[in-house]
């Protein structure tokens, strides 16, 4: 049976320069990152969906019933539009 407040959210990086540090398949600092960025709201599974360098959880059932969930909704939405604009811009 699918939880309707699980989110999973599968993002596939450009390739980095050849200076960049990876730590767990990731640039350095970008577990810290979403850590940071989302709380308690997120998990990061090891290992990614196949064909993925990322595959984030959310559980949408923490999100606070006031406005502060409106605003993680539009910060959500604002990463993840960069996060594809950057992608599309390198492909």
Same mark, same amino acid.
């Given at each position: 049976?699918? !939880? ?10 450009? $390739?980095?320069? #050849? =200076? $960049? &540090? ?8 970008? &577990? =810290? ?6 709380? !308690?709201?997120? @998990? ?14 959310? !559980? ?5 019933? !006031? ?6 909704? &539009?910060?959500?939405?604002? @990463?993840? #539009? &960069? ?9």
């Amino acid at each position: 049976m699918k !939880n309707p407040h699980l989110l999973l959210l599968s993002v596939s990086l450009p $390739t980095p320069s #050849s =200076e $960049t &540090i990876f730590v767990r398949g990731l640039p350095f600092g970008a &577990i =810290e990152a979403i850590k940071a960025a989302y709380g !308690n709201l997120v @998990q990061i599974l090891d290992p990614p969906r196949d064909g993925y360098n990322l595959t984030l959880k959310f !559980n949408l059932a923490k999100l606070p019933a !006031n406005p502060g969930a409106k605003s993680f909704c &539009i910060k959500m939405s604002s @990463q993840l #539009s &960069i996060l594809l604009s950057r992608r599309s811009l390198s492909s």
